[in-house]
Every structure is written in C-alpha cells, then in structure tokens.
C-alpha cells in the first residue's frame, strides 16, 4: 500500500474514532448496542490501528511536496512548544492545577502540538498529518465546550509537579530519539 495512503487510513480511523465522543447521540449508541466494555476496546482498537498505520505510512512519504515555505520561527519555536504540550498531556488525567485551569489540557496540548509542526514543516505530508490533528483539536475543545464534558478535580501541587516533570521527560526522549522513532530529524 502507497505510503500517503497508509498515512491518510491511519489519520482516519484514529481521528475517526476519537469524533465518535463528540456526538454524544451516536457514542451512547454505540455503547449500549455493544456494550460499554467492547465499545471502549472497539476505541482502543482502532486508536492503536490508526497510529500503526500512521507510523507505518509516515517515512515513505519523505519525498519533499511543498504546499507552502516553512515558519522558521516554528522550528525555533517548537523544542519548547512541544514541551509545554508533553507537560499538557501528563497534566490532562491527573488532579492537577493545570487541569482545573485549562479545562481541556490534553486537547490544548494535542493543539500547540499540531500547530507547531504544521508550521514548521510545510510539505503535503505534514500538512495532511499536523493540519489533520489542528482540526481534530479545535474541533474537539468546542465540543468538548459545548457539551459542558468537564470532569472537575480537587486539585493538588503534587500531582502539577509530577505532571511537569514527566512532560519534561517524555518531551527529551522523544526529541532525543525523534530520528530513530519517526525517520525525521526533530527541529532544535
């Protein structure tokens, strides 16, 4: 299979699956025709589909397309972006301050991170990738809004300082071995 086309099954399934939630009529649905415990395998299932079929398809779509010229303020920018956003997604499912601020952190996260590549890449593949995930994201925060879907916290400082520091590792490893994991050098 073409690699574009792995890439582009792959963004389906997994942003697909992930709009179900969005439309509350359709998840309940779903859930009470298979039942709670398969539809969340069913989600699980196509989620990790999606991001095998995204890897799988991402080195082979190298050769440079140009939709538009680089930001370079985005590279330069992105080292700290995609930080702020490890620490957004370890803040998200943890009774943090972050949390209970932002509302949304996984998905403001998922945002500065689609955003920043987006604009620091500018090749079709990219574009197709991050301008996907852009959408998705802003989709997603206002339904998310909309729905009043807030799952409110007791915040504690223990939980915020863990949630930085495993952003903070999570964000060297994967800029340390961006290379190996995604065949592209990471900008820094």
């Known amino acids: 299979m073409e690699s574009m086309t792995l890439l582009v099954l792959g963004i389906g399934l997994f942003i697909g699956i992930h ?3 969005t439309v509350p009529a359709v998840r309940s649905m779903l859930a009470l025709r298979l039942g709670e415990g398969p539809y969340k395998g069913l989600f699980a299932l196509m989620s990790a589909a999606g991001l095998v079929f995204m890897v799988l398809g991402w080195p082979g779509t190298q050769v440079p397309i ?11 920018a992105a080292p700290v972006v ?4 490890f620490i957004l997604f370890a803040a998200a499912n943890m009774r943090t301050h972050i949390r209970a601020k932002l509302r ?3 998905l403001i ?4 991170w689609a955003v920043v590549h987006l604009l620091a890449n500018g090749d079709l593949a990219g574009t197709v990738l991050f301008g996907s995930f852009t959408a998705y994201a802003i989709v997603a925060i206002a339904s998310a809004e909309s729905r009043g879907a807030l799952k409110p916290v007791v915040p504690t400082w223990k939980h915020d300082a ?3 520091v495993a952003g903070l590792v999570l964000a060297y490893l994967v800029m340390r071995f961006h290379s190996r994991i995604f065949d592209t050098a990471p900008v820094i």
């Open 104 to 106: 949304h952190p996984m």
């Open 162 to 164: 863990i949630a930085v």
């Open 82 to 85: 995609v930080t702020i956003a």
């Open 109 to 112: 996260g998922l945002l500065l």
């Open 66 to 76: 140009h939709v538009f010229p680089p930001l370079a303020a985005a590279g330069n």
């Open 19 to 21: 709009l179900v939630p």
